[in-house]
């Protein structure tokens, strides 16, 4: 990919992986009730393990199909544009903190790291946010003249590496900051600037070019 390419889907990966969502608000309640190791060798790495599945997934069948259609490319294009500014939708109107949710973990009996570990996979499987940044935003940054796998590689490491950082960020956060962030009008700012981000990287996608 040329440096720009790279650097929007970089800054994509970041700003999806640090809207708070499924995964993250379970790596901030796992934190809080089993301790941050045991919660990043565990639940974050299930976590990572289906963000690989369901970039595979994505990658087996749309490569062929984007190199054969303009038209499929321009719509996944414009979905992808969509699903951001949805998501930036969602972000800025809601009225909720991701912090006073953390904060409300009920106390469980101890788990292993392998029970949190399933735990982290089956909801970053279930993820609509992961499934749909693959399926829809995903191919438009492959070039189909090139080997697909190392490009799966790179890529997918990439989105990991940017969601395994979330979770370790959110957890110290909802550790050190839960009280500041429970307020309404510091939540609302922190909704409304993730909110804006995700607006402006959907205009930005509509901007990218067919790379074949």
Request: net charge positive.
């Amino acid at each position: 990919m040329t440096t720009s390419a790279w650097l929007l889907f970089i800054t994509i990966s970041l700003v999806t992986a640090f809207t708070p969502g499924p995964a993250v608000l379970l790596a901030m309640s796992n934190t809080m009730a089993w301790g941050l190791r045991k919660t990043l060798l565990g639940s974050s790495v299930g976590s990572a393990i289906g963000v690989f599945v369901v970039s595979g997934i994505a990658m087996a069948g749309l490569g062929t199909l984007l190199h054969t259609s303009a038209w499929l490319f321009a719509g996944l294009k414009t979905a992808g544009a969509l699903y951001l500014m949805y998501l930036g939708y969602r972000q800025w109107t809601n009225p909720g903190s991701v912090f006073s949710k953390a904060a409300q973990a009920e106390a469980q009996p101890d788990k292993s790291r392998l029970a949190l570990a399933r735990q982290g996979l089956l909801v970053s499987l279930t993820n609509p946010k992961s499934i749909l940044f693959f399926t829809a935003l995903f191919p438009q940054f492959l070039h189909l003249d090139a080997p697909m796998l190392p490009q799966f590689l790179e890529l997918t490491s990439v989105f990991t590496a940017c969601a395994l950082t979330s979770h370790l960020v959110y957890s110290l956060l909802a550790t050190r900051l839960q009280g500041w962030f429970s307020t309404q009008s510091r939540a609302r700012l922190f909704n409304r600037v993730t909110g804006g981000a995700f607006g402006l990287l959907g205009l930005g996608l509509l901007r990218l070019k067919n790379p074949n």
